[in-house]
């Protein structure tokens, strides 16, 4: 046989996702198929979309599961809420607000966009003036964007997009679970996330929830039941350009129609649910605090070696350090150097951070003790090995520090 089973290598993910799976997760993902319509099949679609209610704090009845990684969510978010020729917002701040661009542009949108430096976050009076003057249908956000570390404040948005009839939607992929996060309270109309972060599974498939102001530009855009368009009727020219991600037809595959779409992922499904039950069990409210102080001891941590944060700090997300790479050291000989011999992977950048910036997880399952202090030992170590003056012990005892105040 040319190909062994599979047996990957013992790894500790400390990047920015994916990040080790719960054992937990990993074992309801093992578990046997049921048909399609089987009532447990059903069931277990229900239960997930209770149980992702609560993991957005929202009590939209939209709320579901797209098939795919998280720019599934995205795309199939923007496809369903962009008619062509709307007038769409994108503040961007990071590389998940160009990918917001991107997709925005595919869609026919005119988009404009606008900036800050990476590393920083808006004003919102900022986002509110220029929704004054590009009257959007849409503003598009994200809340953690990875690439630079921050999270994006989203209170107040809501208020100011319902004003000027403009519609809300956010990418909170990387932040949900471990960062404060209120569909509901902060008047988002479209959410979508993915598990391969703080919610500790695999990437793979994309939550998503939607208001009922976003479910009814859906509905209006409707073109076809259960994918059949009758011989004879016109296409409509606004009709949604995508059938995988027409949310019109997910929605009533996962609604008291059923009508078939696609057929579901249902071992993702289960991840899915698995990842959601988890986090409820040890609250949303826990589980935010233990991404902070995790996030809080690996930042600490990597002062404590003499080495500088990056981004705005009073912004910055609980499950992600961004940490500026030495003057003279090759960040990427570091990082194969700590997979190499200590199994440990920590994160690059991308774009204008690329070569400058490493970014450090402390999410999901790894948003350990352990893994924090083990990850700091080896930097540690590897960072002496290329030639820094790395305190001794400077890492773990900044990191010691942090978990004794917190007793
Ligand atoms: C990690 C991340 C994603 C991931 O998208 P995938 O399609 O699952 O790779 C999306 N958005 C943000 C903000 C992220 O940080």
């Known amino acids: 046989m040319p190909a062994g089973p599979i047996d990957p290598p013992a790894r500790l993910l400390m990047g920015p996702g994916p990040i080790s ?29 209770a149980l992702y209610r609560e993991v957005f704090a929202t009590r939209n009845e939209a709320t579901l599961l797209v098939d795919g990684t998280s720019r599934a969510g995205i795309e199939a978010a923007l496809v369903s809420l962009i008619t062509p020729g709307d007038r769409v917002l994108v503040p961007r701040f990071g590389r998940f607000g160009h990918l917001l661009v991107e997709i925005a542009e595919r869609c026919g949108a005119e988009v404009h966009a606008i900036d800050v430096p990476w590393g920083e976050v808006f004003d919102p009076a900022a986002i509110e003036a220029a929704v004054r003057e590009v009257r959007p249908a849409l503003v598009a956000i994200v809340h953690g964007d990875t690439s630079t570390t921050v999270a994006q404040p989203l209170e107040g948005l809501g208020a100011i997009c319902r004003e000027h009839g403009a519609l809300l939607y956010c990418d909170t992929t990387a932040s949900l679970g471990g960062n404060d996060f209120r569909t509901d309270e902060w008047g988002l109309d479209a959410v979508t996330a993915g598990l391969q972060k703080c919610l500790g599974g695999p990437s793979g498939s994309a939550p998503i929830t939607l208001s009922e102001r976003a479910v009814a530009v859906i509905e209006s855009r409707k073109s076809i039941e259960a994918g059949i368009r009758v011989e004879g009727d016109p296409v409509r020219q606004d009709r949604i350009r995508s059938n995988y991600f027409d949310l019109g037809q997910i929605l009533d595959y996962w609604g008291p129609k059923r009508l078939n779409h696609h057929t579901e992922a249902t071992t993702m499904l289960y991840g899915a649910r698995e990842c ?30 003499g080495l500088e944060p990056f981004g705005d700090l009073a912004h910055r997300m609980t499950n992600v350090v961004g940490v500026r790479i030495p003057e003279g050291v090759v960040g990427d000989a570091v990082r194969a150097e700590l997979l190499a011999d200590y199994g440990i992977e920590i994160g690059t950048s991308f774009g204008p951070l690329h070569g400058k910036v490493w970014r450090i997880g402390t999410m999901g399952y790894n948003a350990r003790r352990d893994a924090v202090l083990v990850t700091l030992a080896a930097l540690e170590a590897v960072l002496r090995r290329h030639g820094v003056g790395v305190p001794t012990g400077g890492g773990t005892e900044a990191a010691l520090d942090v978990y004794r105040a917190a007793a």
């Open 21 to 49: 799976m719960y054992p937990r997760v990993l074992q309801a993902m093992s578990a046997q198929l049921v048909g399609q319509y089987d009532p447990f099949m059903t069931a277990t679609m229900t239960e997930t979309q």
């Open 276 to 305: 959601a039950r988890i986090l409820l069990e040890e609250g949303l409210d826990a589980s935010v605090a233990r991404h902070r102080l995790h996030g809080g001891a690996m930042l600490a941590g990597v002062q404590g070696l």
